[in-house]
């Protein structure tokens, strides 16, 4: 298995919902993180974990709570988002922090109203 | 890590080679370049890195200029499939963090 699985694709939700996006890796991966995309820009760095452990916040705000419950999995928690948080929302995973080669999922497209 | 610049986009004749130019005059020695494309609707997908000599695979090749300020990513055959953005990113060796800058939209024409 050289994938990794983002669900769901698409999300709608409203500004006072909580809502998770779920990021599976079967490849044995220790480092893993999301990026946040806006229309039209590049990727940017929201989170990285290594070994289970968050390793880097990019000053996100706490309305988003990452989770990694074991090696494979990393859900980001949302809550009490904005409009402006509307984003495709993507995972990627790399043997380790320093590993060249990172892997992305295909991305959760969030939209919040 | 160091900065980089790259045209906002071109154009490749199909079968035609695509030659991506990418400036990074800060570099520096520990720092790798590396070469990510995302189609649309997509996740980034790596393509190749090298540190200072020139690198092929699969995929593509990398050339680095000798005083490492400038390198160029060559599509040898392109065809419609690579039409996506591509990314140069300066990296450091064993860690930092990836972090794309604008990117290159490549646009292959039939």
């Known amino acids: 298995d050289t994938e990794v699985t983002q669900t769901p694709k698409h999300l709608v939700m409203g500004m006072t919902n909580k809502k998770s996006l779920k990021c599976e890796q079967h490849m044995g991966h220790r480092a893993m993180y999301w990026y946040k995309q806006k229309a039209k820009k590049p990727p940017e760095l929201m989170f990285v974990y290594s070994y289970e452990k968050l390793s880097i916040n990019e000053s996100v705000p706490s309305r988003f709570s990452p989770e990694c419950p074991n090696s494979s999995l990393l859900n980001l928690h949302l809550h009490a988002l904005q409009p402006e948080d509307s984003a495709l929302y993507l995972c990627?995973?790399?043997?380790?922090?320093?590993?060249?080669?990172?892997?992305f999922g295909s991305g959760t497209r969030l939209t919040v109203v | 890590d160091a900065k980089t610049t790259q045209p906002t986009s071109m154009d490749c004749a199909e079968g035609r080679a695509a030659n991506l130019p990418c400036n990074h005059s800060t570099i520096s020695g520990n720092e790798y370049v590396y070469w990510y494309r995302q189609i649309h609707s997509q996740g980034p997908q790596y393509i190749i890195h090298?540190?200072?000599n020139n690198e092929t695979n699969e995929m593509a090749s990398l050339i680095i200029t000798e005083d490492r300020k400038s390198s160029t990513l060559i599509l040898p055959h392109a065809t419609l499939r690579d039409t996506a953005v591509y990314y140069c990113?300066?990296?450091?060796?064993?860690?930092?963090?990836?972090?794309f800058g604008q990117g290159t939209e490549l646009s292959v024409k039939p």
């Open positions: 090298g540190l200072k």
């Open positions: 990113i300066v990296r450091v060796g064993g860690g930092g963090k990836l972090i």
């Open positions: 990627a995973s790399s043997q380790e922090v320093g590993s060249y080669g990172y892997t």
